[in-house]
């Protein structure tokens, strides 16, 4: 089981990434799918993630509007676009697999991929 992220970089205040996470030995799509971030000297947390039926999401509050959790079965990956970036969402961004996810939380994921690094200059 692998999950492999990318898309991270540089970008200025108000700019835009796609984070993806390819996933290899299982199918993604039977299991909730999530993306969590962790900042210099900050706890991880939790930013978004999304049921295997993809009706159930959530997002912490600070993303709201600004961040959408999407997935391709077919592809077997799940993908983080992140518009109106701010410099307070410099962190490292994880993804992960086969946890729970309700509207007001997600966690106990099993599954984990490196991070990577997304930098939001000010």
């Known amino acids: 089981v692998q999950l492999q992220a990318s898309g991270g970089g540089l970008v200025q205040t108000g700019g835009s990434l796609r984070l993806s996470c390819a996933a290899s030995?299982?199918?993604?799509?039977?299991?909730?799918v999530g993306w969590f971030r962790q900042a210099p000297g900050k706890e991880r947390e939790g930013v978004s993630c999304?049921?295997?039926?993809?009706?159930?999401?959530y997002y912490t509050d600070s993303v709201k509007g600004r961040f959408t959790i999407s997935r391709d079965n077919a592809k077997n990956t799940v993908y983080l676009q992140m518009n109106s970036l701010k410099p307070e969402d410099t962190a490292i961004y994880y993804c992960?697999?086969?946890?729970?996810?309700?509207?007001?939380?997600?966690?106990?994921?099993?599954?984990w991929g490196k991070g990577t690094q997304v930098t939001v200059s000010s």
């Open positions: 030995g299982f199918t993604l799509g039977l299991h909730t």
């Open positions: 999304m049921g295997s039926s993809g009706i159930m999401t």
């Open positions: 992960a697999a086969a946890g729970v996810v309700t509207p007001g939380r997600c966690g106990g994921m099993s599954y």
